[in-house]
């Protein structure tokens, strides 16, 4: 019998380690891949994308926030994996009469290397664990002396359109948009995912660059050419959502994107 406890502070108590996975959010899936943990994950969600072949190898059970409960119960889990910013809480109360479901909560990357450990507590992968800490330390090491004569400059990060929505404080994109050196214009606003005017961007905070993320909105070059209406001397460019936002073992990939991405822009 052996109790853990995951970030939100819940406690959870095992018999056995547990063996049948359902992971309900991309980057955690892509993440308990890379522990070695294929044979384990019997279900998943349809925004699963990383590896590819889990589409068709592995049960498809809904998406983050539209729950298919009875294929995920026929699937006899030990363990569900959600995320606080992922899956709603009325999502989380109705798994835990299935089984277990071990809630995330990752804000910086300290929570996403306590995630990575945990995992490796949890389902006996410390070291594998303690390699993908490891090399996502020295990475993130690597790219701190990378970027630390670079000036710091505002930025605007779009989520997406129809209504216009950034993000906001209190989420991993604006973890990372610090770390490369871009202060957040809408970093000040109550709501994590705030929708805004695109003509107040200038009041707010006119930055020198707008980023238009590829995910969860597919924005294209007229999205470009309207903001940039509004905007005094912004360059507006197009990156890579899962380098900005997804945590896991993905950090690692991100570094040597955003390295790349300060060359471009």
Same mark, same amino acid.
């Given at each position: 019998m052996t109790t853990y406890i995951d970030q939100l502070g819940t406690s959870h108590t095992f018999e056995s380690q547990p063996?049948?996975?359902?992971?309900?959010?991309?980057?955690?899936?892509?993440?308990?891949? @890379?522990?070695?943990?294929? /044979?384990?994950?019997?279900?998943?969600?349809?925004?699963?994308?990383?590896?590819?072949?889990?589409?068709?190898t592995k049960t498809i059970v809904g998406g983050t926030k539209n729950i298919k409960?009875?294929?995920?119960?026929?699937?006899?889990? /030990?363990?569900?994996?959600?995320?606080?910013?992922?899956?709603?809480?009325?999502?989380? @109360?109705?798994?835990?009469?299935?089984?277990?479901?071990w809630?995330?909560?990752?804000?910086?990357?300290? @929570?996403?290397?306590?995630?990575?450990? @945990?995992?490796?507590?949890?389902?006996?992968?410390?070291?594998?664990?303690?390699?993908?800490?490891?090399?996502?330390?020295?990475?993130?090491?690597?790219?701190?002396?990378f970027i630390q004569e670079k000036p710091i400059k505002?930025?605007?990060?779009?989520?997406w359109a129809n209504p216009y929505m950034v993000a906001g404080?209190?989420?991993?994109?604006?973890?990372?948009?610090?770390?490369?050196?871009?202060?957040?214009?809408?970093?000040?606003?109550e709501s994590r995912y705030p929708e805004i005017e695109l003509k107040k961007i200038r009041l707010e905070g006119d930055p020198d660059y707008v980023f238009l993320s590829s995910e969860p909105f597919p924005f294209k070059d007229e999205h470009a050419f309207e903001i940039g209406r509004f905007t005094h001397h912004a360059k507006?460019?197009?990156?890579?959502?899962?380098?900005?936002?997804?945590?896991?073992s993905r950090l690692l990939k991100a570094f040597a994107y955003f390295k790349i991405l300060h060359t471009k822009i």
């Open positions: 063996n049948r996975i359902v992971s309900l959010v991309p980057s955690q899936t892509e993440l308990l891949f @890379d522990l070695g943990l294929e /044979d384990s994950i019997v279900g998943i969600t349809k925004f699963c994308v990383h590896p590819v072949h889990f589409k068709v409960f009875d294929k995920i119960k026929a699937l006899q889990p /030990d363990i569900i994996i959600c995320n606080k910013e992922e899956n709603t809480k009325e999502i989380v @109360d109705e798994l835990s009469q299935i089984c277990p479901v809630v995330t909560d990752i804000y910086t990357i300290e @929570d996403n290397l306590q995630m990575i450990s @945990d995992f490796g507590q949890l389902f006996n992968k410390r070291t594998e664990a303690q390699k993908w800490i490891d090399k996502i330390n020295s990475a993130y090491q690597d790219f701190q002396q505002k930025a605007a990060y779009f989520i404080n209190h989420t991993f994109i604006n973890e990372l948009l610090k770390i490369n050196h871009f202060q957040n214009i809408y970093e000040a606003k507006t460019v197009f990156v890579d959502g899962e380098m900005f936002s997804w945590y896991g």
